[in-house]
């Protein structure tokens, strides 16, 4: 299983191992991206590449060192 899931239609990148309250991760509303949306991402340097490269942005609730505005 991937460690990062991106959703491509929001260009956000969740971590899905962050250790983080259940309240807070509702916040993500991962169960609301489609399938078709996700994306796996599996190391942090595809996580730089996907921020740097294709406009990608860390959900603010759980990958919130990557997240800008
Ligand atoms: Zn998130």
């Given at each position: 299983m991937a460690r990062y899931l991106a959703n491509t239609n929001t260009k956000?990148?969740?971590?899905?191992?962050?250790?983080?309250?259940?309240?807070?991760?509702a916040l993500c509303e991962l169960d609301k991206i489609k399938p078709e949306h996700k994306k796996d991402v599996?190391?942090?340097g595809e996580?730089?590449?996907l921020i740097?490269?294709?406009?990608?942005?860390?959900?603010?609730?759980?990958?919130?060192?990557?997240?800008?505005d």
């Open positions: 956000e990148i969740h971590d899905l191992e962050a250790n983080i309250s259940s309240d807070k991760r599996y190391t942090e996580v730089d590449l740097k490269n294709e406009g990608y942005d860390g959900c603010k609730h759980c990958l919130p060192e990557y997240h800008t």
